[in-house]
């Protein structure tokens, strides 16, 4: 069964400051992995998809790095902003790459 | 307008009571999905749709059913509500593009029972 885990589950950091929130999953033999961001209260909203033969991924002040053999991800913030405050989650697939298995989520604070 | 919706937002019911949590997308998705979302455990899949014809069950189906009226439409039931089932429940589709799966999600329906 794959297992998806996120440590620290909360993170708190001044406002400029370049961050990482990391992500690992028990079962190396993905198709993809994904980043989500929650907002209080809404719905999930993708952030960065990557592919199995990829190593990252990136949108704007975003990036994300995928190591299948050490079952990791990273997702790399640069200049943080409060606007930024939210909880990040990461999901692969399992099942025959059709239905996603989520992470805990770390719920980040940027201090203005 | 929102893509993925949800009908009720909020919704307080008390045990042994049924009740059905409504999901409609316009995105066009073949594939649809019913989580819920506990503190501390992530958000746990429930039943899922590949089609209209398709359902199948998730991890945590047990108490749970659910009705795929069209491709737009996909209803969750709870056909005698326990304390337990008090979560945040999310609707999500889905769209096979190039480079896998991405998910949408609705903006999730907070259900109390008391």
């Known amino acids: 069964k794959q297992e998806v885990t996120q440590i620290p589950a909360a993170l708190s950091v001044p406002e400029g400051e370049n961050l990482v929130l990391n992500c690992s999953f028990t079962d190396s033999a993905i198709y993809n992995l994904q980043w989500f961001r929650q907002d209080p209260g809404k719905g999930l909203t993708s952030l960065l998809l990557?592919?199995?033969?990829?190593r990252e991924q990136t949108s704007g002040r975003l990036n994300a790095s995928l190591d299948k053999s050490s079952g990791r991800s990273t997702l790399y913030i640069a200049a943080s902003q409060p606007g930024d405050s939210a909880t990040y989650l990461c999901?692969?697939?399992?099942?025959?790459?059709?239905?996603?298995?989520f992470g805990t989520g770390t719920r980040l604070t940027i201090i203005p | 307008d929102a893509d993925v919706t949800q009908t009720p937002r909020n919704r307080i019911t008390k045990t042994g009571k049924r009740i059905m949590l409504e999901c409609s997308q316009t995105?066009?998705?073949?594939?649809m999905y019913w989580y819920r979302q506990d503190p501390g455990l992530g958000l746990r899949l429930i039943y899922y749709s590949f089609d209209v014809k398709d359902i199948n069950k998730g991890e945590i189906s047990d108490g749970y059913s659910v009705s795929r009226q069209a491709q737009a439409k996909f209803s969750l039931s709870l056909e005698s509500a326990i304390p337990n089932q008090t979560a945040l429940y999310f609707c999500a589709t889905s769209d096979l593009g190039q480079w896998g799966e991405t998910q949408y999600f609705g903006p999730g329906t907070r259900l109390l029972v008391l």
């Open positions: 995105k066009g998705h073949d594939r």
């Open positions: 999901a692969v697939p399992f099942m025959g790459n059709e239905k996603l298995t």
């Open positions: 990557i592919q199995s033969s990829q």
